[in-house]
Structures are given as C-alpha cells and as structure tokens.
C-alpha cells in the first residue's frame, strides 16, 4: 500500500506476554527462523478480541506485522497451532512455561538460529503427549539441556571432567558437568548420581522425545533430573528462572 507502513509475515511461537495500557500487550515471539521478536497486539487483553485467543502463551500463530517505530505491531493473525491439551492443566501449563522461559533466555533479535523453532514446538507438543508427570519432567529436562547444549553449553557427560577418569559418579554445574568421586571432594555442592543416573543424564540430550515419552522413568529420578537442568540453565543463562521454580514446587 503505498505510503503505509511495511509489512512481513511471520510464524511464531509466543513465548511471553507483558500488559501494555489498558488492553494492549508486548508479545515476545520465538519467529520460524529461531530470532526473537517483540511486537505490540492491540485490543489482545479484550474479551472476545479477535487477537486474543491468538495470542495466548504456546500458541504458533502466523502473523502479519506492521514495521513501528520501536516494536512491530500485529496486523493480522491466523492460529496454526493453541497446543490446546495444555491449556487448563497446573502440571502441563507449569512444564510449558519452562520450556517458554529457557526459550525465551535462548534466542535473540536479530539473530536466526534454525533449530530453535522446531525443537521448541516439538517439546510443547510433548508436554501435552506425557502421560505423568515424571514424564513432563523429563521432557523440561531434556529441553533444557538440548538447546543449551546447542547454544554451547553442553555439559561433558563422557568421563571425569577434571581429570578424564571414565569412573564418574558426581554431577557439578559450575564445574561443568561429571565427575569422578576423588575429584568431586574438591568441588561444592557436586551432586551424588548413581550409574543410571548417569545414563539418564546422557539420555537426555542424545534422545529423541519420542523416545523419552515412552521410558520407563520413576517420579524420584524425573525430579532429580528437571533440578539439575535447572541449576544448569541458571548458572549458565545466569538468571533466575521463575518459570522453573514454580514446576520444581507444585
């Protein structure tokens, strides 16, 4: 349109939502290709709002933006995706906001990362395909270590990481990842794992959530392992993760 403002459609997963005036909100979006966006939904606080329902938190919806000033504003937007089973649900809704929050604290404007979208949709897809909530635990916790693995903060999992020893019974998130039992007496606060432990931990990053989804996994261990991702993303995304901690405490 000629004199109008500048138009680019978007898919997106809405990562977070932030009360603007009376009725409007800042959307931050996780955009197709892995970037962070934040754009301005007028009217999306309004019962009955044609945005509102497309711009609930997990939704992927495709936008149309208009270029502002500071902030793009939403034009259009067509729902592709609600995640519908987890609406409703404390335990789903809580393991989805996790996820949200370490996706929010992982991507960045103006900087595409293609694996970012995929793997962010597929984890809230397993939130709502986890049959407990041991289940929901792991699929936060192997979230969590995948993407920041990816973004480099991969913890070493295959043998001793201060001295190379493949004998490794401890985790330490500010060491970086295992240990064996003599070097783990010098390092605080190293946590104590037992051999599946261990392997759970690895499983964690080298499986695929279709494979977490159907695991035999007991409630104790899914706890253990959604605490240390989030000790992980803590210390490395160097934030507190509030997201997490409401899941850790419910």
């Given at each position: 349109?000629?004199?109008?403002?500048?138009?680019?459609?978007?898919?997106?997963?809405?990562?977070?939502?932030?009360?603007?005036?009376?009725?409007?909100?800042?959307?931050?979006?996780?955009?197709?290709?892995?970037?962070?966006?934040?754009?301005?939904?007028?009217?999306?606080?309004?019962?009955?709002?044609?945005?509102?329902?497309?711009?609930?938190?997990?939704?992927?919806?495709?936008?149309?933006?208009?270029?502002?000033?500071?902030?793009?504003?939403?034009?259009?937007?067509?729902?592709?995706?609600?995640?519908?089973?987890?609406?409703?649900?404390?335990?789903?809704?809580?393991?989805?906001?996790?996820?949200?929050?370490?996706?929010?604290?992982?991507?960045?404007?103006?900087?595409?990362?293609?694996?970012?979208?995929?793997?962010?949709?597929?984890?809230?897809?397993?939130c709502e395909q986890a049959a407990d909530q041991a289940h929901l635990d792991i699929v936060?916790?192997?979230?969590?270590?995948?993407?920041?693995?990816?973004?480099?903060?991969?913890?070493?999992?295959?043998?001793?990481?201060?001295?190379?020893?493949?004998?490794?019974?401890?985790?330490?998130?500010?060491?970086?990842?295992?240990?064996?039992?003599?070097?783990?007496?010098?390092?605080?606060?190293?946590?104590?794992?037992?051999?599946?432990?261990?392997?759970?931990?690895?499983?964690?990053?080298?499986?695929?959530?279709?494979?977490?989804?159907?695991?035999?996994?007991?409630?104790?261990?899914?706890?253990?392992?959604?605490?240390?991702?989030?000790?992980?993303?803590?210390?490395?995304?160097?934030?507190?993760?509030?997201?997490?901690?409401?899941?850790?405490?419910?």
């Open positions: 349109m000629p004199g109008g403002r500048k138009t680019t459609r978007l898919r997106a997963i809405v990562l977070g939502r932030t009360k603007l005036a009376e009725q409007d909100l800042i959307l931050t979006l996780l955009a197709e290709d892995g970037s962070q966006v934040r754009a301005v939904a007028k009217g999306a606080r309004k019962p009955g709002g044609h945005l509102a329902s497309r711009s609930e938190l997990f939704c992927e919806t495709d936008f149309l933006l208009a270029h502002g000033r500071s902030l793009a504003i939403v034009s259009e937007a067509n729902l592709t995706c609600a995640h519908e089973a987890l609406r409703g649900d404390l335990a789903r809704v809580s393991a989805a906001s996790a996820i949200a929050e370490a996706a929010r604290l992982t991507c960045y404007e103006d900087m595409s990362d293609p694996f970012l979208y995929p793997i962010c949709s597929r984890a809230l897809t397993a936060v916790a192997a979230y969590a270590f995948k993407v920041l693995s990816h973004a480099g903060w991969r913890p070493e999992l295959a043998s001793c990481i201060a001295c190379g020893d493949a004998a490794v019974s401890y985790f330490s998130t500010m060491a970086g990842g295992l240990l064996c039992a003599s070097c783990a007496k010098d390092v605080e606060a190293a946590t104590e794992l037992s051999a599946s432990e261990v392997q759970w931990l690895r499983a964690l990053i080298m499986s695929t959530f279709d494979a977490l989804l159907v695991a035999d996994v007991n409630a104790e261990l899914a706890a253990l392992m959604v605490s240390l991702a989030h000790s992980w993303c803590a210390v490395h995304l160097d934030a507190r993760l509030r997201a997490f901690e409401f899941m850790l405490s419910v």
